[in-house]
C-alpha cells in the first residue's frame, strides 16, 4: 500500500491504478509507536523482494467457523505474510453530520492501548513479533493493515483484533489525539494541494458525505468524545460488513483458525448502508479560486462525470484516461500543458471511484502567472480529443502497457492484497486476475471515441485553482 502522509497529498500515482479507493490518502501506511531493530530490517527488506509468480498464483476463498469470508494467494517462497482488511459501510462519508472526523479518529487511537495493555505495552507486543499494523480510512471504508512474520500470524491476528474489540478509549489518550489531529489541520489549511482538493470536494459533491474530508473540523473534533468512539467501534466494525484479503506463506488451514480465533469477538451482523447515490457532478463551466498567499505556485486540480465500476463502459474509461493523462509524458495532457507548452513538471488524470459515486479527476501545478495559459491548454486538449478522437496506434499502445505492465504491478504482498481487496469489494469474481487483461484488450476504437465525445467536454470541466489567484477583481471562494 501507498505510504503517505498524515494529510492528504493531492498527487497520487494512480494514473494505472485499479486499487480504487482502498487506502484512505490521510494516514495509509502511516506507523505509529514503532520503532526500528535488526528484525525490522529483515522484514522491510523481504517486503521489497518480487513475487515473480504472483499474477499465477491461484485465489483460494476461505470461510472461518464464524463466517467471516477471506481471499488468500498463498505464496511460501519468504516467510511473511500481509493482510488487509475493510470494514464497509465504515468510512468517513458515514460520520454522524456534528462529528466529522469521528471514523479517523477511532483510525488513531486504536494503537493507543487495547485489552489490559496501555499504549506502550501495546506498542512492545508489537514490536516483539516485528509485526506492522495500521489503520486508516477513507471515504467509504475503515481499513486495517497488517504485515508479519508467519511465525507469528496467530499472535499478530490476536493483536490486531484486540484493538477492534477491547480498545482503551483512555482521557489521555482521547486528548492527546485530538490535539494530532486539531495540528494537523492547522498544517492542512497551509498547504495548496489539501485546500484545492476540500475546495474541489466541496464543490463537486455539495451537501453529500463525499462532499466532506475525512479529518472534519476543529468544532467536530472538539465534540468527540469516549462515547461516540464507543459507539462507532459497535455499530460499524461488525462480522457481517468485514472483507479479508491474505497473500504470502499462509496455508487456509491457518488463516481459517485465526480467523476464527482472533475475530468471533466481533459484533455479528452489519451497519446498514445509509449513503445516498451522490448524483451528477456539480457542473463546471468557471474556475473556483482558493486564494492562498507566499504560495510559489498554483496547483490546479480539475474534474469531470466518470464511469462506475460496474458499468459496462468501465473498461473503455479505463482506457480512456490512460489516454489522456494517465500515461504520463505520452498522455495527451502532459504533451500539451508538459512537453510543448512547457506550463507545468506533471499533469494526469485518474478515475476517482467511490462506492457511490465515480469522477475523472486530474491535477497539474504551474507557476500562477502561467495557470490562466495551462487552463486554457486543459480546455483545448479536451475539446480537440472529443472532435477528433484517439488513433489507433494511441489505443494499441495503450493496451500493450496496461495489459504488459499489469502482472509487473503485483510484485509484492501488500499489492496482491490490495488488488484482492478490490476484486470483493467490486464484486469482480475470484478468476478476475485471469480475465482482467481480456476486458483491456476488447476495447475497440470506436468505443473509446463514442466515450470521449461523451465525457470529454470542455464545459462540464469542475476546476479548482489554489495559490495565487488567477483574477483578483473576479474569484470565488468554496
Request: net charge neutral; charged share 20%; aromatic share 8%.
Amino acid at each position: 500500500m501507498r505510504n503517505i502522509t498524515a494529510l492528504p497529498a493531492l498527487r497520487r500515482n494512480r494514473m494505472t491504478s485499479e486499487m480504487e479507493r482502498f487506502c484512505s490518502d490521510s494516514n495509509c501506511g502511516k506507523k505509529q509507536g514503532f520503532s526500528i531493530n535488526s528484525r525490522h530490517i529483515i522484514f522491510i527488506v523481504l517486503i521489497f523482494i518480487s513475487f515473480s509468480q504472483a499474477h499465477a498464483a491461484r485465489v483460494q476463498e476461505v470461510v472461518a467457523e464464524n463466517g467471516i469470508t477471506a481471499w488468500l494467494i498463498e505464496d511460501h517462497s519468504l516467510p511473511m505474510f500481509t493482510a488487509q482488511i475493510a470494514f464497509r459501510n465504515a468510512g468517513s462519508a458515514y460520520d454522524p453530520p456534528n462529528r466529522r472526523g469521528l471514523a479517523l479518529f477511532v483510525s488513531r487511537i486504536l494503537r493507543e492501548g487495547a485489552g489490559e495493555m496501555d499504549a506502550l505495552a501495546y506498542a512492545e507486543a508489537l514490536d516483539r513479533i516485528a509485526a506492522e499494523l495500521s489503520f486508516n480510512v477513507n471515504h467509504d471504508t475503515f481499513n486495517l493493515s497488517l504485515q508479519s512474520l508467519s511465525e507469528h500470524a496467530s499472535e499478530a491476528f490476536h493483536l490486531s483484533a484486540l484493538a477492534l474489540t477491547r480498545p482503551r478509549f483512555e482521557d489521555a489518550a482521547l486528548e492527546r489525539v485530538r490535539s494530532k489531529l486539531l495540528s494537523e489541520l492547522v498544517i492542512a489549511s497551509t498547504r495548496v494541494d489539501y485546500r484545492a482538493t476540500e475546495a474541489f470536494h466541496q464543490a463537486a459533491f455539495g451537501t453529500h458525505s463525499y462532499g466532506k474530508q475525512p479529518h472534519g473540523d476543529k468544532a467536530s473534533l472538539g465534540r468527540i468524545g469516549k462515547a461516540d468512539l464507543s459507539a462507532f467501534v459497535h455499530t460499524r466494525l461488525r462480522r457481517g460488513n468485514i472483507v479479508v484479503a491474505v497473500a504470502g506463506d499462509m496455508t487456509p488451514e491457518t488463516l481459517k483458525h485465526v480467523l476464527d480465533d482472533a475475530f468471533s469477538a466481533l459484533p455479528a451482523g452489519e451497519p446498514q448502508d445509509t449513503l445516498k447515490e451522490a448524483g451528477p457532478m456539480a457542473q463546471g463551466g468557471h474556475i473556483i479560486e482558493v486564494a492562498m498567499d507566499d504560495v510559489p505556485q498554483t496547483v490546479v486540480t480539475f474534474g469531470l462525470p466518470g464511469i462506475a465500476r460496474q458499468d459496462e463502459d468501465f473498461y473503455t474509461f479505463f482506457v480512456l484516461n490512460h489516454l489522456l493523462g494517465g500515461s504520463g509524458l505520452n498522455s495527451r495532457l502532459a504533451t500539451s500543458i508538459r512537453r510543448e507548452a512547457g506550463l507545468t513538471y506533471y499533469a494526469y488524470t485518474y478515475p476517482d471511484l467511490y462506492r457511490h459515486a465515480a469522477l475523472l479527476r486530474g491535477v497539474f501545478a504551474s507557476r500562477s502567472d502561467e495557470a490562466g495559459r495551462a487552463i486554457g491548454l486543459l480546455r483545448e486538449t479536451l475539446a480537440k480529443a472529443a472532435s477528433e478522437g484517439f488513433s489507433q496506434a494511441e489505443l494499441d499502445n495503450a493496451r500493450s502497457y496496461l495489459t504488459g505492465s499489469f502482472p509487473l504491478s503485483l510484485d509484492s504482498t501488500g499489492s496482491l492484497t490490495s488488488y484482492l481487496m478490490t476484486m470483493q469489494m467490486e464484486g469482480l469474481g475470484i478468476d478476475y486476475l485471469d480475465k482482467r487483461n481480456a476486458f483491456i484488450e476488447a476495447v475497440t476504437l470506436k468505443e473509446i471515441n463514442n466515450l470521449t465525445k461523451r465525457l470529454l467536454k470542455p464545459e462540464n470541466l469542475l476546476i479548482v485553482a489554489a495559490g495565487n489567484p488567477l483574477n483578483k477583481d473576479k474569484k470565488e471562494k468554496p
